[in-house]
């Protein structure tokens, strides 16, 4: 996917500092529907439904993981001019890179898998679809959005995704207004604790669901490819970037902390909501039908939002490490394959999207590990480098998010057994 930055800004004729700040705002918000995908509603909804505010904690502390996580990703490529995977590739020997880019590619189509079966199970609930009939729905509407960027540009890309996560914002926290939270149990949730080996797995889950590896490879492009590399103006770029990151980050996380909320107020206890369905039935019984649409409508454009986000990512880690640029046609028809198949053969949909979620953990440290030794490179990130103080919290924060991630393998693979 080739950048268009430059063009957008050749067209318009004045430079990026005579905009205002928030026009320089997108590229997180885009990348921020990763973190408001069918993995983390089916995780959310669990956790509230099975201990209620418990772990609204665990929430927060994701969140503001992923604040740090996503500046650092859209620094290197915006200091530098690469995306992660390009900068990864230019260093990496044949083998080493051939054999990253196989397990960055597997991680593409583990997250583009979740984001297609939650498309298509939003599909049945509204529709009663059938659910292959609705991956391949989802298949083809993720190419038109996807289109939006090849002929239009960077800058309505981001709107018509930033339009969707209004829509995903709207749907799955409407149902909050009429719900009979317990603010002073909310506040009490703020408290770090578990609740046994089901709450450790479910808080691994909500972390595991929110720091993905192929939004942390996508941000890096995405920041690249919206503002170009223009070292005269990266000081107001970067601002710019921390306000994008902050308060993206704050939308997604409202909306995951509103569905847990939601599930402890209304579903907990309810039989049934250790699935999508069964969760969209209960909101429906409990708020009434209108509040049902409204999740479905919300679920759906989680599905098509994240799974074109998706389809990006896996461009940007083929182009960077491999220099191959696929057709989006060729792409999206590879990529939607797995899941086609896994609908067919009637695996459960929820059930294979959680097993997807612990396959996608398995790539978290190839993305982190990089991407704090990258910009704390200073011969690479020159007065831009990451402060001794910041790459420390950086690395307190990777090895928690590696240790909680290792933790949700590990206790899924006991579960299954």
């Given amino acids: 996917m080739k950048p268009v930055a430059p063009k957008l800004a050749e067209r318009s004729g004045s430079r990026p500092a005579a905009r205002p700040l928030a026009w320089l705002w997108g590229p997180a918000f885009v990348a921020a529907i990763a973190y408001v995908d069918p993995g983390n509603v089916a995780a959310n909804l669990t956790a509230g439904a099975s201990f209620g505010y418990l772990l609204v904690w665990v929430l927060v502390a994701a969140n503001i993981m992923a604040m740090l996580v996503q500046y650092l990703s859209a620094k290197s490529g915006l200091v530098t001019g690469e995306s992660l995977p390009r900068l990864l590739g230019e260093r990496l020997p044949k083998r080493q890179r051939l054999a990253y880019w196989a397990q960055a590619e597997a991680v593409a189509l583990a997250t583009d898998l979740a984001e297609v079966l939650g498309g298509a199970i939003a599909l049945k609930i509204l529709f009663d679809v059938p659910l292959v009939i609705g991956g391949l729905i989802v298949g083809a509407v993720s190419m038109l959005i996807l289109s939006v960027q090849t002929r239009g540009g960077q800058r309505p890309f981001e709107l018509t995704v930033m339009g969707l996560l209004l ?10 207004f009429v719900s009979d939270v317990s603010w002073p149990e909310t506040a009490n949730g703020m408290i770090p604790r578990l609740d046994g080996t089901e709450s450790v797995l ?216």
């Fill in 167 to 176: 829509v995903i914002t709207i749907g799955f926290t409407a149902g909050l």
């Fill in 202 to 417: 479910l808080a691994a889950s909500m972390l595991g669901a929110t720091v993905m590896p192929h939004a942390i490879y996508v941000h890096s492009a995405l920041a690249r490819d919206r503002h170009g590399h223009q070292p005269h103006e990266l000081p107001r770029i970067l601002h710019a970037t921390r306000w994008d990151v902050g308060l993206s980050m704050l939308v997604a996380g409202a909306v995951n902390i509103a569905m847990l909320l939601l599930a402890a107020a209304s579903l907990q206890g309810v039989a049934g909501t250790d699935s999508i369905e069964g969760a969209h039935a209960a909101i429906t019984d409990a708020l009434g039908p209108a509040f049902g649409i409204l999740f479905g409508i919300g679920l759906l454009a989680s599905g098509l939002a994240s799974t074109s986000v998706g389809c990006y990512a896996g461009a940007t880690i083929m182009s960077g490490l491999l220099n191959v640029r696929l057709p989006m046609v060729v792409r999206r028809a590879i990529t939607l394959v797995p899941a086609l198949i896994i609908l067919a053969l009637g695996v459960n949909p929820t059930t294979a999207l959680v097993m997807s979620q612990v396959f996608l953990s398995l790539g978290i440290p190839f993305a982190l590990i990089p991407l704090v030794r990258l910009t704390s490179n200073r011969s690479l990130m020159g007065e831009h480098t990451n402060r001794r103080a910041l790459t420390l919290v950086a690395w307190v924060v990777i090895a928690l998010v590696i240790a909680l991630n290792l933790a949700l393998v590990v206790l899924t693979v006991l579960g299954w057994g």
